[in-house]
């Protein structure tokens, strides 16, 4: 199995990152804050005003280290990545069964079912664990009643023989399932309707947003180090400088992604204070509660589950990598379907 590495988040302004033997060194106002094995790094995310120096930059291409660029707010800019890796005819054979219809839509109703189990196991865990109390009864019918909806969605997943209506029901399944999160929410002043991205207009959304984006770091990476092409996908249509397979994979782990911003909330890591709130109606998580966040990202990262298919227990963080395998296997016909990964 391939060992679990580190991403390293670097939020600071006017940081300036670089390359001392085998080592990053993070410096700010000439100080150091911070040194790392680079043998133990996978990735390199940078928010804002932070500089990384020409050699670390090299090295970080020659041994496939992607340094991303990101704005302050989260909002994706740029990444720097060495030689494009993978097996040439693993790339040609998705391609052409991204052109292919029929095969498209199989794998993206694969990938869709998997996100609405994991979406119905949300609503699920919050009915066992509240269940008993007597100040939630309200609220657990209309998640037993979202759940079973869910449910309907799953079983029609098969009758969708188009992306546009595998699009459709996905919609649907969100409505219901992102009509009922407000009842998961236990913190008072933290307040959702309905998801808002461009932009979020308030804290939970903000942090979905800025989650997500985080999950389509690690889907890319993924599938990059799988071989496959990240910009191909067979649910989300090409877009140029669109990551369409890695938003296409993704897809299965935005629930984990919810349970994650829920129990930042809910155990009160994070506060409504912590946000800020822009002319423009944005909201964005503020810079040291975002040290907060990626420190529970990078924790939850660590957590360890039982793989079905793997028969093997492995970090959340490998997850993304092992639905990619999935995949490739798949693609060679090394297997007869692609898997998606279920939450239990």
Not at 146 to 155: D, F, V, Y
Request: with cysteine.
């Amino acid at each position: 199995m391939r060992p679990l590495r580190n991403v390293i988040y670097i939020q600071t302004q006017n940081s300036w990152v670089h390359k001392d033997n085998e080592n990053l060194v993070l410096k700010v106002d000439n100080e150091i804050k911070a040194r790392i094995p680079i043998h133990k790094l996978q990735g390199l995310v940078c928010f804002g005003q932070v500089t990384v120096s020409p050699y670390l930059m090299a090295h970080c291409a020659e041994n496939g280290i992607i340094i991303t660029y990101l704005n302050l707010f989260g909002k994706y800019l740029a990444r720097v990545e060495g030689p494009v890796s993978g097996n040439v005819l693993l790339r040609r054979t998705q391609h052409l069964t991204g052109h292919d219809t029929e095969k498209s839509v199989v794998i993206a109703r694969i990938m869709l079912s998997g996100k609405l189990y994991n979406q119905r196991y949300v609503l699920r865990r919050y009915v066992r664990d509240y269940g008993d109390q007597a100040s939630e009864q309200e609220a657990l019918i209309k998640l037993a009643a979202a759940e079973k909806r869910l449910t309907r969605c799953l079983a029609q997943l098969p009758e969708c023989k188009t992306i546009d209506t595998l699009m459709g029901r996905e919609g649907e399944a969100a409505q219901v399932y992102f009509g009922v999160f407000q009842h998961l929410i236990r913190q008072v002043g933290f307040e959702f309707d309905i998801r808002r991205r461009r932009p979020p207009t308030d804290p939970v959304n903000a942090l979905l947003s800025f989650c997500y984006t985080l999950l389509i770091h690690d889907c890319r990476s993924a599938l990059e180090t799988t071989g496959l092409d990240p910009s191909s996908g067979f649910l989300h249509q090409l877009r140029s400088g669109r990551p369409s397979l890695a938003l296409d994979l993704a897809e299965e782990f935005r629930p984990m992604i919810d349970r994650l911003v829920l129990s930042l909330i809910n155990k009160r890591q994070l506060a409504v204070k912590d946000f800020e709130y822009w002319p423009n109606g944005s909201v964005t998580l503020k810079e040291e509660p975002r040290k907060t966040l990626l420190a529970a990202w990078q924790d939850r990262k660590q957590d360890t589950l039982m793989h079905p298919w793997f028969e093997e227990t492995v970090p959340i963080g490998l997850l993304p990598w092992l639905q990619a395998q999935i995949l490739a296997r798949y693609l060679r016909d090394d297997c007869d379907s692609y898997v998606p990964f279920l939450w239990k």
